[in-house]
């Protein structure tokens, strides 16, 4: 914009003077009204995102009646207790496990359905996707149920085979498990519909060609699903990797953190520490230990999406 | 309707100069054509008359003022759009009258412009469909229509048919002109086609890098191009360049192309040559159906010569034929009864009262 | 292209294909077989839910097999669908959630269509922020919303906590984000050419909008809907966080807090309310799964 005005200057005064009036009226009247319009976005994105994202730093230097400024007082109290440990463990296994399973998961059955006759996919599909739409609390609750230690039906099956009772949600590897059994119930089916799309992205030549070229099934898998697919999988797997790590209401509705904090992640514990706790500040630190890893797989998602857009 | 002029219209983005200054007159009624390769400016200089670009220098007037700061919606214009750009979620009806009922026309008026463009357009059994449910050469129609139905003092176009198949934008191209027949509005048409240019046109404007190469008539053009580039734009197959010189042998002026082949020139030709005869970058251009196959009996000025043919083509009603001299492919366009073969020697003859002769380094027709 | 003829023309060509065929099929059946098990597993706590749903106190207690109804019974739904606080509860949940999705696309409406085509200072960063801001959590911002809702209270004397409508202002820094960011994504692929023929054709960028942009794009802006809908329904940790008192619940909360009595657990009601909260995803899912597929792919594969 400066440059045009810049050599207009040059041409004829009279003429450029009254052209860069109408030029930048123009201008103005058109950034004016689209800044108009982001305007209530912007605002809500700085006051309730940006301004409590930093004013969440702020917390975590108080003490816990937040009158005074501790520095990095919080961070040297968590760093000395065995529980701040032992949820930072808890949290990278729940995590990881999860989205593995859930991104191995999805991809098998995302498979599946694709190798069903195209008329029947929508079906199975809409089935497979049920437990991503039921709100978590909810289906969370019936896991729960299923999972109570003097009514499991679980167990009640498992009997007929001799096996149990196990102790769901009572024992400290059990409670993991089934922890992270709910989060990959709930997870899956998102990893399937991703996949499923790319999928159906991929064109029918592709496998054609590499039949023809006598790949057999997997080699069809390694050489050409994979690869056509690895952007969106690696896009998806970020995606629920941040979802994951900051997952508060299976653990919280399942174990509550228990037993003996052997469930407690990050989000579980800092509502337990800062809510339940009243102690904000601490409460404040233990989030703040979800932002590094938040920030690296935002990153990688960034990179990702940018290529996207510069290959289109 | 409206006369539209430019005045050293200039774009710029950032860096480059779109369009480097370009004055053009177009009168009332008159169907004007710009012409040239992609990324010459033809597009960014009709987007400019539409408003859709803010021009970087100079004036545009429609109808004689001055609209540079006018924005579109006020110029009273209306415009094809390559890709029709119809609104998908509105019936043919809808499409063609949305500028109307935006601007409050009674519907009683809205419904008899509608009605009449259909009926001009004959799309009127169409009137209640979606764009989807269209063909191409409809959907191209209705846009047609949308743009007539506002009776706007100028129709713009933007390579309305490139997304056409070949045979539908023959007749497409025909019905174009029909409508510019009736309704006698002032159109710039913008193509990279030099057949459409050619066919729609009362005149054409042929643009390269920027600027305007020529102005005139189609047959101007073609018979009168000013420059190489003209020349090799317009009209197909292209225009033969060939590398030659004039010599003067025993008095008579001769165009020479290789060591073994040369010319006499006609006297009337010779008389305005005389000047460049030491040049001695020179170019002879020479269009195909100016070489064809040897008659019997030869006019003055058509000079016969032999050639090995390296490849054929038979277009039914002629024959292409291609042939090299001197590392250069030339093509000419002979009789299918010549007998013309691949690999076969032909005697071929030049019609010399229709050569162009240019500066190579300029690439100014002289 | 050599290879293929020589396959066809080859001895082994019969029963190549028999084996081709004869493998599909083997394939197939397994893909059923596999996903029957993994259909089972996706819907075995929903249908547990339904079984529960319709068991009596004294069928759960006797420890019958879970699995089976033995006397169906309707009491826990009379039960819940009578009691004035489980109404609450749903009413809540309900106008927040209107609430918020008329929120959200009043705000990322306008913003998309201002940042998918009115190009202008600082627009593309703007849009990359927005997608950053959809990735950060609510578990990291709770704390310190909490305790800025806490201070404007004490500041002001306007009492935002342990109100219902508090979450008006919380949810949608989940929704907006998303909605706005598949909206750039959805308008982003609407030809240039049709704006221009709009405002050729006499629009205003507002008329552009809402007579052009919005009709065409209403796939993505149901799709909008839809998530930001489902989002407001089964938000867990912010009304947990920012209400108290039964009256100012919403649904997942409320089952949770107050049909919890200590440590006994009315499970039938639990189980119905679960399945009553389920339910408006579920139809809304049910009836327009197309349009909640796209919202949720969208994400990546727009923009």
């Known amino acids: 914009m400066v440059d045009v005005a810049f050599q207009q200057n040059r041409v004829q005064a009279t003429k450029a003077v009254r052209k860069r009036n109408g030029l930048h009226k123009a201008l103005k009247r058109k950034s004016t009204v689209a800044f108009l319009m982001t305007l209530p976005l912007i605002l809500l994105i700085a006051v309730l995102v940006v301004y409590p994202a ?57 498979h599946f359905v694709h190798n069903v006759p195209a008329n029947k996919q929508r079906r199975w599909r809409g089935m497979l996707l049920v437990p991503w739409v039921i709100p978590p609390a909810m289906s969370t609750l019936a896991w729960l149920w299923l999972f109570d230690p003097s009514y499991s039906a679980f167990n009640y099956t498992l009997s007929f085979f001799g096996i149990g009772p196990i102790p769901w ?72 990797l941040i979802v994951t790590f900051a997952n508060f209401d299976i653990v919280r509705i399942l174990t509550a953190g228990g037993p003996l904090d052997h469930t407690h992640i990050f989000a579980t514990w800092a509502f337990r520490v800062g809510i339940e706790g009243s102690d904000i500040p601490l409460g404040a630190s233990v989030s703040l230990f979800m932002v590094p890893i938040l920030a690296v797989a935002a990153i990688f998602i960034l990179r990702d999406i940018s290529k996207r857009g510069n290959e289109a | 309707m409206a006369e539209v002029s430019l005045r050293k219209v200039v774009k710029r983005y950032d860096e480059v ?53 006018v924005p579109p919606k006020d110029r009273d214009i209306a415009m094809v759009f390559q890709n029709y750009a119809l609104y998908p979620h509105m019936t043919v009806a809808e499409n063609m009258s949305f500028g109307l009922r935006l601007k409050h026309y009674p519907k009683a008026e809205i419904k008899t412009r509608v009605a009449e463009a259909a009926r001009m357009l004959d799309i009127t059994d169409l009137i209640d469909r979606k764009p989807k449910q269209l063909s191409g050469g409809q959907r191209q129609r209705v846009a047609m229509g949308r743009a007539i139905v506002r009776n706007p003092k100028v129709f713009l176009f933007d390579e309305p048919l490139s997304n056409l198949d070949a045979k539908l934008r023959v007749q497409m191209r025909i019905e174009i002109k029909k409508v510019h027949q009736k309704v006698r509005t002032t159109t710039v048409y913008v193509t990279h086609d030099q057949v459409e240019a050619m066919t729609l046109a009362d005149r ?12 005139g008539t189609p047959n101007e053009l073609y018979h009168k191009p000013a420059t190489r580039f003209v020349a090799s734009f317009i009209g197909s197959p292209a225009m033969n360049f060939v590398p030659c010189r004039l010599e003067d042998v025993g008095g008579r002026m001769h165009i020479r192309l290789t060591d073994r082949l040369a010319f006499p020139v006609p006297p009337a030709r010779a008389a305005r040559y005389q000047a460049v005869l030491r040049t001695d970058k020179l170019l002879l251009g020479i269009r195909p159906e100016h070489i064809t196959e040897a008659r019997q009996h030869l006019e003055p000025g058509v000079e016969p010569f032999d050639a090995v043919l390296d490849v054929t083509e038979p277009m039914g009603m002629e024959t292409l034929v291609y042939f090299t001299l001197d590392g250069t492919q030339i093509c000419g366009r002979v009789n299918p009864n010549a007998g013309a073969q691949d690999g076969a020697p032909l005697r071929l003859a030049v019609d010399l009262n229709n050569i162009h002769l240019l500066n190579e380094v300029t690439g100014v027709v002289l | 292209m050599s290879a293929i003829t020589i396959d066809k023309a080859g001895p082994t060509r019969k029963v190549k294909y028999g084996s081709m065929s004869r493998d599909r099929a083997w394939a197939l059946r397994w893909s059923y077989f596999f996903l029957v098990l993994f259909a089972i597993f996706s819907l075995t706590p929903p249908l547990y839910m339904l079984i529960t749903s319709l068991k009596s106190s004294a069928e759960i207690s006797a420890a019958t097999n879970p ?79 909490f305790k800025m809702f806490a201070l404007v209270g004490d500041w002001t004397g306007i009492q935002l906590i342990n109100r219902w409508y508090v979450l008006l202002f919380i949810y949608p820094t989940l929704t907006v984000p ?126």
């Open chain 2, 204 to 215: 054409v404007v042929v643009m390269n890098h920027g600027r305007i190469e020529q102005i």
């Open chain 3, 178 to 303: 998303f909605c706005t960011w598949i909206m750039i994504g959805y308008f982003a692929s609407i030809p240039k050419e049709l704006d221009e023929a709009a405002i050729i054709d006499g629009a205003s960028w507002f008329q552009t909008l809402t007579r052009i942009f919005i009709p065409v794009a209403l796939p993505g802006l149901i799709a909008a809907t839809i998530f930001a809908f489902t989002v407001s329904w089964a938000q867990f940790l912010y009304p947990l966080v920012f209400t108290t008192s039964t009256d100012q619940l919403v649904l997942p909360v409320g089952i949770i807090t107050t049909l919890i009595k200590g440590d006994v657990f009315n499970w039938g009601q639990i189980m119905t309310g679960a399945l009553l909260g389920a339910a408006p995803p579920l139809i809304i899912y049910a009836f327009l799964m197309d349009y909640y597929i796209a919202g949720l792919t969208a994400g990546a594969t727009k923009g």
């Open chain 3, 67 to 145: 699995w089976w109804v033995y006397h169906p019974t309707l009491e826990n739904y009379i039960g819940l669908l009578t009691s004035n606080q489980f109404l609450r509860f749903f009413w809540n949940s309900a106008w927040v959630s209107i609430f918020v999705v008329t929120i959200t696309m009043l705000i990322s409406v306008p913003a998309a269509f201002a940042l998918a085509r009115m190009k202008f200072w600082g627009s593309a960063t703007l849009a990359t922020g927005v997608f950053l801001t959809y990735l950060i959590p609510d578990t990291l911002l709770f704390i310190p919303l």
């Open chain 1, 54 to 110: 930093f004013y969440s730093l702020h917390l975590a230097t108080l003490n816990k009646s937040m009158t005074k400024f501790v520095g990095l007082g919080n961070f040297e109290f968590l760093f000395k207790r065995d529980t701040f440990w032992l949820v930072v463990k808890q949290s990278c296994i729940f995590a990881i496990s999860a989205v593995i399973f859930k991104a191995l998961i999805g991809f098998i059955v995302a």
């Open chain 1, 169 to 240: 949600t009572g024992d400290a590897n059990w409670a993991r498990f089934s922890v992270i059994l709910v989060n990959v119930w709930y997870g899956a089916p998102f990893f399937m519909i991703m996949y499923l799309a790319a999928l159906k992205s991929v064109p029918e030549q592709l496998y054609e060609a590499a039949a023809i070229d006598g790949a057999n099934w997997w080699q069809r898998i390694w050489y050409v699903t994979l690869p056509m697919m690895r952007n969106i999988i690696a896009i998806t797997t970020l995606f629920s």
């Open chain 2, 17 to 69: 100069e779109a369009v480097r200054g370009i004055d053009l007159d177009i009168a009332d009624h008159e169907f004007v054509v710009l012409v040239g390769p992609s990324g010459c400016g033809k597009s960014t200089t009709l987007r400019m008359i539409a408003g859709l670009e803010d021009i970087s220098d100079g004036d545009i007037m429609i109808g004689g003022d001055v609209v540079n700061d």
